[in-house]
């Protein structure tokens, strides 16, 4: 079993590695909201039938633009560092 604790150091591990190469959205500030966005999941879209992939990293993405919204958003980073979180946390809690 993963602790949260794991978990944190990971996504850290994953900012660190993205800030040191110039990803603006790098933030420790997103590691917190982007593990229980991760976790909620289930709860939040119990009427999705099937969920894929694409949707669960969408759903993190979108979590995390919304928490700072009037930061002006690089697309493509935030969207590289989301499916960096998703994979992360997906095999860390298997």
């Known amino acids: 079993m993963t ?12 900012i660190t590695r993205e800030s040191a190469e110039g990803c603006p959205m790098a933030h420790l500030q997103l590691i917190e909201p982007a593990i229980r966005r991760w976790m909620s999941y289930a709860r939040r879209n119990k009427k ?11 759903d993190l993405e979108k979590g995390l633009r919304t ?18 979180f998703a994979e992360t946390l997906e095999n860390l809690l298997r």
């Open 3 to 14: 602790t949260h604790q794991e978990l944190v150091e990971a996504l850290t591990t994953i």
């Open 48 to 58: 999705a039938k099937h969920p894929d992939w694409e949707h669960r990293v969408h």
């Open 67 to 84: 928490l700072f919204p009037d930061h002006h958003y690089d697309a493509a980073c935030l969207r590289h560092l989301t499916e960096s």
